[in-house]
């Protein structure tokens, strides 16, 4: 089982990037994904999450309105489009796949819940 990550680099503000979160070993049916992020001194943080299940997805306050998480079944990757990116945003994002997950599993963007993880890559933001 593996989680890669692509898609970072160095914008601008006010710029765009997409992540993509490649799985390998499994297959991404019946899991939520979630996106996370840590910046430098500071704790990892989710953003986001994706239900695989119904395409249900979740926003932390900090992203919503700006990021969208989408997922491609047939490419068993899912991606983390970035709009209007902020010097804030800057950090290492990872992607995380829980287990399986049935209809009436909640989901949250705790750490604990993900049990496979992607390296990371690398998103930083100029001013």
């Known amino acids: 089982v593996q989680l890669v990550e692509s898609g970072g680099g160095l914008v601008q503000a006010g710029g765009s990037l997409r992540l993509s979160c490649s799985a390998s070993?499994?297959?991404?049916?019946?899991?939520?994904v979630a996106w996370f992020r840590q910046a430098p001194g500071k704790e990892r943080e989710g953003i986001s999450w994706?239900?695989?299940?119904?395409?249900?997805?979740y926003y932390t306050d900090s992203v919503k309105g700006r990021f969208t998480i989408s997922s491609d079944n047939a490419k068993n990757t899912v991606y983390l489009q970035m709009n209007n990116l902020k010097p804030e945003d800057t950090a290492v994002y990872y992607c995380?796949?829980?287990?399986?997950?049935?209809?009436?599993?909640?989901?949250?963007?705790?750490?604990?819940?993900?049990?496979?993880w992607g390296q990371g890559t690398q998103v930083t933001v100029s001013s």
């Open positions: 994706i239900n695989r299940n119904d395409g249900s997805t």
């Open positions: 070993g499994f297959r991404f049916v019946d899991y939520a």
């Open positions: 995380a796949a829980s287990p399986e997950i049935g209809p009436r599993t909640t989901i949250t963007l705790k750490s604990y819940f993900y049990a496979y």
